[in-house]
């Protein structure tokens, strides 16, 4: 039989026709066009001339070839194009006769060129096929907001230890023109520190504090050492030494620097149970004694406070004895805060070592036998004024203190007292030296 005639349609025709398609309906992408179109049967045109067949479906030729545009013959599925701008012209369809194309697969490739659209205008946007306007937004970049930058990071100083353990003696001055209360100019200096360990002193440089405050007299509490054991950085130009250590290695000791050969020393109190400690050293000069002692602690929870108490009066009749021959100058650690401006904290340290009830009776016993507090006799009134400071808490740097060194005096020598200073600028214990100019 003879096809039916196929209404001929004009390239110009199907060609706008193609452009409305594509406005309207965008080509789906490749992968699924090719799935479904497997499955669809569309019949090609019998018998038809080559030049109707052409005209019927139109493909763009460069992008599909000779094989893929044409439908093959013997009644084979006809492929359809793999080209996203591939399209069929409705027209053409709906005027075809004898059921070569049914209207079903026509319905059915619309509805997937339709599907198709977002898909290729994601292909589009990925490729950067932007209509003029889209691309404008697109490009337009939003206003970026001006990074504000971190603040500056301020420059890492060492920060000092809290609790200084080397002295900066440049910056002290050790000089004084004190006199006494008649106008006589100083010219004894004696110094007496607590060095808390004679080894670990000298390391910190303890031992330069001869040479800038150059006293006549030197005494040390606490040295931790016997003689043997000495550092040779101890010994010092210009001075006579002498040292007492206690059985126990590592425990108490004493020593003691004079320019000024004495004319007698004598080792303890001639007390056998203090003096196997080594806690007391006496020289005899002309017109003087000076006794340097390092008085016993009452202990942590004042277990050793019976032994403080057997202490004072033997120390106290020690001294007075002395003074019945010569004025004396004790000196030392004496290991009480006397009255409640001698101690930072005096509310809360009854109870504490130091700080007694029983221990500040012994110092006033003391000093009723005809003695003076040199530094409260000149500043009685004065607060703040400490030498020892725990290592904890950063107590000295906050000066949480207490005053436990002393320069205890015979009345008969007050008339030549110049000054009684307390060094709280000079580091390497946890007590600070102090330093008492006299006339004599």
Sequence with gaps: MMAPKRKQLTATKVSSEDSKRKNKAPIKNDESESSENENEEVK????QSKRNRNKVITYKDEDLSEDEAYPKRGGKNVKEAKNDDSDVSNEANEDHSGGEFKAKAKNQSVSKKKSRATDIDNEQDADGSLSEEESKTKNSKPKEKKA???????????????NKTQS?????????NRTTSDGKLWNLKISSWNVGGLKAWVKKNGIDYLKYEDPDIFCLQETKCSESKLPPEVKVDGYHTYWLSGEKEGYAGVGLYSKKEPIKVTYGLGKKEFDTEGRVITVEYEKFYLVAAYVPNAGRGLVTLPKRMKWDPDLRNYVKELDSKKPVILCGDMNVSHQPNDLAN??????????TQEERDGMTALLEEGFVDSFRHLY?????????????GNARSRNT????????LSQKLIPNLCDSIIRSGVYGSDHCPITLLINI
């Design 148 to 162: 504000v930058p971190p603040p500056a990071k301020k420059p890492k100083v060492d920060k000092p230890p809290l």
């Design 401 to 408: 203190g207490w005053r436990l060194d002393y320069f205890i």
């Design 346 to 355: 005096p509310k809360t340290n009854t109870k504490n070592a130091g700080f």
């Design 44 to 47: 090609p045109p019998s018998r």
């Design 380 to 392: 009685p009134e004065k607060t703040g004024a400490y030498t020892f400071w725990t290592y904890m």
């Design 168 to 176: 900066d003696y440049e910056s002290l001055d050790f000089s004084s």
